[in-house]
């Protein structure tokens, strides 16, 4: 279970002169297995509260209880050091996760496909490799509950659908928190729906009602 | 695998070990590479620094009571890398590094246990080795009382713990901070106890001058390895009480500038 309660966050504007409440009194409950899609606008709050779920930041107020591992945000390379290499990366996530190295290492060198260059720094890599190394990474950690944040760009065409299938069929018994503008990915994965505006989150009945309101938005 | 979150004191311990542990080996290889010499610049860089001081004030002809100034600089100096090297690293640690905190078990102080770890590691590894070989060559002696002289050193490393926390918190909340840190840790040098012994401060100054605990610090540990040879003042109690204060000041302003993070991304 993961649950956001009473969740208020501001952040600091004209230099700390004053404040821009970014989310008001969220309130959310993810249970085992369950998958949300969060629509909202650009500027609505969505990776705010995206961050604040994995715990990237803090609430300014509210409680958020997570009994679930929640992973980072999918394809998310920003954890990476780019001076070191793809390896070392794995190496840092497996430290950091308590998994096995070697059968870490194996499962990205096979799904990933970056072949030799996964001994070379990140920051030669293409934004698509960077992202393959990411996603695979994210795979091979067993979460509970993932966090999808603005579609996953991730490489080419047959490397998106390998990523789907790893995502949606392979790992259909966990949680998950889409947040998108893509309205087919929500639509087509989501069990639950809510829609974020001016910082308010509203949680609808059924998908298609909080794609009808997003739409009207 | 990932066993499920619990919640008792060691469980929690043993992540915060793990995850710590993990920085460490991601600073040091991203700082020092596999090339060259590599990790050995964790102890390389602050030796040549002591050397270097050594070489160039040590040729001072100021022998007081037969303590040459290279015997005095060798047992004073390296205390300062302790508290004025940590606190260039930690500054805007969170900030350069809050993409790390997506990962749910890396918690925003195990950025500032790293760095501390990884600068006292080095610190008081070149500083060991230096000594050995300065006994070795007859510039320093064994220590009076080792016990003492491992006292003062722990209670400067502690000092530097604390003001370290403090700096590393006030870099992230002001850039005016920041940007005059340096500019601080110099202006702390005539505070350090690293240059004149406080008996060789005149008596009227002497007494406010030891309200500044990093000097106390320092005496004790020059207590420990003079001995007899050189008259130190300090006070454990006072040391101690404001240690403590700067500890807790320290983990509280951290924790406010954690909460003020706001990642780039």
Known sequence: MLELVNIYKSYPIHHGKAERMVLKNINLRVEKGQRWGILGRNGAGKSTMIRLISGAEFPHSGKINRDMTISWPLAFGGTFQGSLTGRDNVKLICRIYNIDFKECMAFVEEFAELGAYLREPVKNYSSGMSSRLAFAISMSVEFDCFLIDEGMAVGDHRFHQKCKYELFEKRSDRAMIIVAHQMELIRDHCDHAAVLENGELTIYDTVEDAIGIYNAL | ?265
């Open chain 2, 1 to 265: 695998m990932i066993t499920r979150p619990k919640t008792s004191f060691l469980y929690q311990l043993g992540i915060q070990r793990r995850v710590i542990w993990a920085l460490v080996m991601r600073e040091m290889i991203t700082r020092y590479g596999r090339e060259g010499i590599g990790v050995l610049w964790l102890v390389g860089e602050p030796a040549l620094f002591i050397v270097g001081v050594m070489v160039i004030f040590g040729s001072i002809e100021g022998a007081r009571n037969g303590i040459s100034m290279a015997e005095y600089l060798a047992v004073s100096y390296p205390t300062i890398i302790l508290w004025r090297n940590t606190t260039g690293r930690v500054a805007k640690a969170l900030e350069v590094n809050a993409a790390l905190l997506h990962l749910n078990p890396v918690r925003p102080i195990d950025l500032y246990y790293s760095r501390i770890f990884l600068e006292f590691s080095g610190a008081i590894a070149s500083f060991l080795i230096l000594y050995l070989i300065f006994v070795a060559v007859g510039i320093c002696q064994w220590p009076a009382d080792v016990l003492m002289m491992t006292f003062g050193y722990f209670m400067v490393a502690w000092f530097s713990f604390g003001f370290v926390m403090i700096m590393g918190a006030l870099s992230e909340m002001s850039e005016t901070i920041d940007r005059i840190s340096h500019i601080i840790l110099y202006l702390m040098l005539p505070f350090s106890g690293i240059f004149v012994p406080a008996y060789l401060v005149p008596a009227q100054y002497r007494d406010p001058l030891l309200l500044t605990p990093l000097i106390n610090c320092v005496e004790m540990f020059h207590a420990g390895y003079f001995g007899d040879r050189m008259h130190t003042y300090y006070s454990i109690t006072y040391t101690i009480s404001i240690n403590l204060l700067m500890t807790f000041a320290g983990l509280v302003m951290v924790q406010i500038a954690i909460r003020r993070v706001k990642l780039v991304k």
